[in-house]
Nanobody, 127 residues
Framework: QVQLVESGGGLVQPGGSLRLSCAAS????????IAWFRQAPGKEREGVSC????????VYADSVKGRFTISRDNAKNTLYLQMNNLKPEDTAVYYC????????????????????WGQGTQVTVSS
């Protein structure tokens, strides 16, 4: 059974850091492009970052470039998102998802190409 479980969210002050984790089971994480998305109240779910299979090329939304880093630990079958210099506008529920449509090895910018969404983890940036 394919499952993704996010963790690591919380309340942090502006300028602070958090590391999110996404534990995968039922499949090998390294065999797919895997992405982080986020959804703020009243807004559409948006892509944050993605890492492709094998060579591990990465993609970031312009709003997080230089602040967030996506990585993968194949031994633990876990995806991470290191978030530094957090801003109030980063407040959202963060989800990880696996590529399910098209070329599973490479990142896609469309949320409709991803599935097996986890339950999400809340990140709140506030003073």
């Amino acid at each position: 059974q394919v499952q993704l479980v996010e963790s690591g969210g919380g309340l942090v002050q502006p300028g602070g850091s958090l590391r999110l984790s996404c534990a995968a089971s039922g499949f090998t994480l390294d065999d797919y492009a895997i992405a982080w998305f986020r959804q703020a109240p009243g807004k559409e779910r948006e892509g944050v970052s993605c890492i492709s299979r094998s060579l591990g090329s990465t993609v970031y939304a312009d709003s997080v470039k230089g602040r967030f880093t996506i990585s993968r630990d194949n031994a633990k079958n876990t995806l991470y998102l290191q978030m530094n210099n957090l801003k109030p506008e980063d407040t959202a529920v963060y989800y990880c998802a696996r590529r399910i449509r098209g070329n599973r090895f490479v990142c896609s910018t469309s949320k409709y190409d991803y599935g097996y969404w986890g339950q999400g983890t809340q990140v709140t940036v506030s003073s």
